[in-house]
């Protein structure tokens, strides 16, 4: 089983930063995707960026050129630096990791992100 908990949301104003920090624990994979997935109210949940074993991160059109995505595999653990932010990410941001094996899929909680003046 693999528990994923996120961190690091929190309020910040129009043109501000957060990062986000994931950490995957328990039976890790040896091939494993991690990603980053948000969802506005009343929206279906998105993907924001993704990094597959081996390969570089991914992004959405909407955070391309202002959000970053890293993953450590020693650690098992993923960021996402959130810069020039806007109204339009407040959402609740969630880390998701899949064994690329099997297709197996695990969620954290979800963090809250508003950006808001």
């Known amino acids: 089983q693999v528990r994923v908990v996120e961190s690091g949301g929190g309020l910040v104003q129009p043109g501000g930063s957060l990062r986000l920090s994931c950490a995957a624990s328990?039976?890790?994979?040896?091939?494993?995707?991690m990603g980053w997935y948000r969802q506005a109210p009343g929206q279906q949940r998105e993907l924001v960026a993704r990094?597959?074993?081996?390969?570089?991160?991914a992004y959405a059109n909407s955070v391309k050129g202002r959000f970053t995505m890293s993953r450590d595999n020693a650690k098992n653990t993923a960021n996402l630096q959130m810069d020039s932010l806007k109204r339009e990410d407040t959402a609740v941001y969630f880390c998701?990791?899949?064994?690329?094996?099997?297709?197996?899929?695990?969620w954290g909680q979800g963090t809250q992100v508003t950006v808001s003046s």
């Open positions: 998701n990791v899949v064994d690329e094996n099997s297709g197996t899929s695990y």
């Open positions: 328990g039976t890790i994979f040896s091939r494993y995707a």
């Open positions: 990094i597959f074993s081996g390969r570089s991160p």
